[in-house]
């Protein structure tokens, strides 16, 4: 059974950092292509960033130079790695998995993110 | 950016109504678009992709529509678990956008 489990989510004051991680179990992360999803609470979804199976990332302009994704091969475990946070990135924040085609069919529960002094 | 534009952003229908909505893209996405079913505290679920295909084992009366810049997502007779908010997705492209969500009640 594939499975997405986001944990690393809290309160951080504005500046801050905070690392996500996303486990997965039933697939191998290495070979698909991952995303970062948030939602502000009340809002739409927002893309946040992608890793490729090739190790190639791209990020919102939202988030760009801020943010980095990654993954750990042996842990079967994606990041997101988020600096320098601000009061508009307080969100829940999903990983996705990307069929390859650019549609999510799995994702996780969530992990809530919240930026405030 | 593509923009994604839904309409309505909320509706309110019987159980058994045929149910209607709408999502409309800034450029031409072909046929690369998804529709998701979020219910409230849960992550989203994929229902449709590729406009109009059908995820393994979503309920039929779930479909979709459209090419180009025009896309619609029906539900053929609403069910009292289909309370939920849909979105569409764009995937011709990153940044990958999503409309603003319809939000889908019973009268």
């Known amino acids: 059974e594939v499975q997405l489990v986001e944990t690393g989510g809290g309160l951080i004051q504005p500046g801050g950092s905070l690392r996500l991680s996303c486990a997965a179990s039933g697939f191998t992360v290495s070979s698909n292509y991952m995303s970062w999803v948030r939602q502000a609470p009340g809002k739409g979804l927002e893309w946040v960033s992608v890793i490729y199976s090739g190790g190639s990332t791209y990020y919102a302009d939202s988030v760009k130079g801020r943010f980095t994704i990654s993954r750990d091969n042996s842990k079967n475990t994606l990041y997101l790695q988020m600096n320098s946070l601000r009061a508009e990135d307080t969100a829940v924040y999903y990983c996705a998995r990307d069929d390859g085609s650019g549609s999510y069919d799995a994702w996780g529960q969530g992990t809530l993110v919240t930026v405030s002094s | 950016d593509i923009q994604m534009t839904q309409s309505p952003s909320s509706l309110s229908a019987s159980v058994g109504d045929r149910v209607t909505i709408t999502c409309q893209a800034s450029q031409d996405i072909s046929n690369y678009l998804n529709w998701y079913q979020q219910k409230p505290g849960k992550a989203p679920k994929l229902l449709i992709y590729?406009?109009?295909n059908l995820e393994t084992g979503v309920p039929s009366r779930f479909s979709g529509s459209g090419s180009g810049t025009d896309f619609t997502f029906t539900i053929s007779s609403l069910q009292p678990e289909d309370i939920a908010t849909y979105y569409c997705q764009q995937y011709d492209n990153l940044p990958r956008t999503f409309g603003q969500g319809t939000k889908v009640e019973i009268k």
């Open positions: 590729d406009a109009s």
